[in-house]
Structures are given as C-alpha cells and as structure tokens.
T-cell receptor
C-alpha cells in the first residue's frame, strides 16, 4: 500500500507571498493532520480534518488554513508568509479514530526569504 | 509545564547494548502513546504504539506504559548503528491531536 505523499517536497518563497501545500493520505485513511516542525519549537500540531471537516486546530495564526476534499486529499495554505514560517511541514494520515496511530508523509521543506 | 517531556540526551550507547528512552506527560486524560523514529532530514516513522498499562514488545523494541505515573518508555535491545536517530514520544489526548516531546537523539557506537 502506498504511503502518504506530499507535494511539493521543497519550496522557496519570499516574505508576503502565499503558499499551498498538498497531501494525499494512505488509501482508505480519512483523517489528515498537519504539523509544523522547526528546530526551536519541535513538532507542533496545526489542524486535523476528517470527511472535509476540521475537528481540531492548534495555536497558529489565521494565516494558516487548510481544507480537505471528498477524496480525503488535503491542502494547507499559508498567506502573507513570514521568515518564521520556514519549517518542515508534515502531513499525517490515519483511519479517523481519535486515538489511533498516525503515519507521516515525507514533508514539504518551506524556506521563506 | 510542557505537555510531553523526554530525557534530553544525546544518548550514546555501544553496539549491542540496550538504549533506554523516557517520556513523561502532563495530562492524565491522555489515551494513546506513540514512539516515532526520525532520521536526520527525514520525516518521523512510527515504530511503536501502546494504549494500555504494561509492556508491549515488537522485535527489538519494547514500550512500557504506566498511566498512574504518567510515564512511557522505549527500550531498544541489541542496539545497531542503524538505530542512530532522534526518537520522538507522542501523546494523544483523545482529541485527534498528537503532542510531541522535543526528542532524544540516540547514537549507537560501533
């Protein structure tokens, strides 16, 4: 079974621009979660989607948003990029139960200059 | 107080030895517990999960959970150079969200 896929793998953007990242979950998985990983803050939860509905959201500004499509694929968008948004953005998928294990994709490395 | 805390490391062990990693969590309502391994420049890979008090073994890995003490650990037996990585403890508070510790970097010396 194919794993979680994320596109693009690397991205360089300029401050003030916006960016959209994409995630395709493992086949049959209906939950997609997004995390940001930085050396200083570690892995931090952004939001989780199931059946096109956001079920939980982390403590990030409104510039960070996401959505999920009917085929469970998900996108996250960051508007008005700041230098501090440079990070590895990870997507994880699971079947959808609140307690179960999540499997991560390879991540998108975003650099903001 | 951080939600999830891990022993700071780095942890250096000789090949063939046991590596012991510890993790404590603050929320007594936490329901499920995970260990991920992350190689430098790669994404986290799930290696163990545990939901009930006690031990769970999978190959060379053993996870131990003590909910009363809010403590979860990971033992790596017969450590190999390929086990050199950062190990992340993650806790699920029954709300679809994983809270991660800062990670412990393990180096296995050949």
């Amino acid at each position: 079974k194919a794993g979680v896929t994320q596109t693009p793998r690397y991205l360089i953007k300029t401050r003030g621009q916006q960016v959209t990242l994409s995630c395709s979950p493992i086949s049959g998985h209906r939950s997609v979660s997004w995390y940001q990983q930085t050396p200083g803050q570690g892995l931090q939860f952004l939001f989780e989607y199931f059946s096109e509905t956001q079920r939980n959201k982390g403590n990030f500004p409104g510039r960070f948003s996401g959505r999920q499509f009917s085929n469970s694929r998900s996108e996250m968008n960051v508007s008005t990029l700041e230098l501090g948004d440079s990070a590895l953005y990870l997507c994880a998928s699971s079947l959808g139960d609140r307690r179960e294990e999540q499997y991560f994709g390879p991540g998108t490395r975003l650099t903001v200059t | 107080q951080k939600e999830v805390e891990q022993n700071s490391g780095p942890l250096s062990v000789p090949e063939g030895a046991i590596a012991s990693l510890n993790c404590t969590y603050s929320d007594r309502g936490s329901q499920s517990f995970f260990w991920y391994r992350q190689y430098s420049g790669k994404s986290p890979e799930l290696i163990m999960f545990i939901y009930s008090n006690g031990d769970k073994e999978d190959g060379r890995f053993t996870a131990q959970l003590n909910k009363a003490s809010q403590y979860v650990s990971l033992l790596i037996r017969d450590s190999q150079p390929s086990d050199s990585a950062t190990y992340l403890c993650a806790v699920n508070r029954d709300d679809y969200k994983l809270s991660f510790g800062a990670g412990t970097t393990v180096t296995v010396r050949a």
